[in-house]
């Protein structure tokens, strides 16, 4: 038996383990009536659930998300990158042509194993691509508990691994809400342009919407990008904002380098491409960071 006690009248419910949901639900207090979220297996898994995410499109979010995956896995941790994304970036950025991926794991159309490929040493990719649309009509379609299609589907295999780094498309739709629901740990890459600073605040809206029904959704990290020093002056002015607004999530900047445009050409991480320049550096130290670990590749 497991005693899951109510937030409001305070009482204690008795529940069968073989009850207990696999995975985060909203349980009603058979008393009060009172409806909350519960969370048992939060503290069972160890694997770290990652969400690279902001509705503004172009500020980095994919490079942020195979780079970050690909900086982990070299650091010896277990890595699974999820792309979310219809336009299935990732593979591309990886160099690699999955035949399978997200959506035939969620629609089971094949087995878990089938849908995951191993794009390098500790690197699995569950890939993107149009098939995702299909994700996104089941989803549509499920009359309760949508938002936990892609929740119910990972958890089949994220125990393998350490951590789990979601990519997201731009925008917000029915698989952005799932992405919200899976994750515990955001990580907003910010372009320092000033529109992607409004966006933020929208964004950011967003995000409380759900962490009403998700108390451990949290935003961990607030990553600076394309940091252009020739235009110091605007470039301060915004980073100083953002030290404000975040002062203990905003991570060192990804500056601005053309290489990490090129590695993708070459179906290169920055690490594989270029590993002496500014953007494996810099990528480094936001790996180290996650990871928690300051002498990480020294
Ligand atoms: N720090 C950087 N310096 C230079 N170019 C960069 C940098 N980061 C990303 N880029 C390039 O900018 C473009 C947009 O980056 P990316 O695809 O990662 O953004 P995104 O947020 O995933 O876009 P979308 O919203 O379309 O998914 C790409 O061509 C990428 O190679
Ligand atoms: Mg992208």
Redo the contacts with the bound molecule.
Sequence with gaps: MIIIECPKCKHKHKIPEDKVPSTPKIARCKICGYKFPVNLNKDLSKTKRIG?C?S???????????NLAAGLALGGYRVLLVDT?T?G?CSF?LGVKPAAGLAELVLEELSPEETLFRARENLYLLAGGRGLAGVKRLIDREYFGGERTLSDALSKIERDFDFVVV????GWDALSVNVMFYVTEILI?V?LEIMTIQALANFLKSIISIQKYRTELEIKYVVP???DMRVKKKTMSMLDKLKSLYPDKLCDP???????????VYGKTIFEYAPGSK?AQ?YRKLVKRIAKNPDLFN
């Design positions: 690279v902001i503004k499109g172009g500020v980095g979010k994919t490079t942020t998300a195979v994304d336009q970036q950025l990519d997201t498309s731009p890459p372009s990008t394309f940091l990804i500056r601005y380098n053309n290489l990490l445009s090129q590695a993708p953007g810099d």
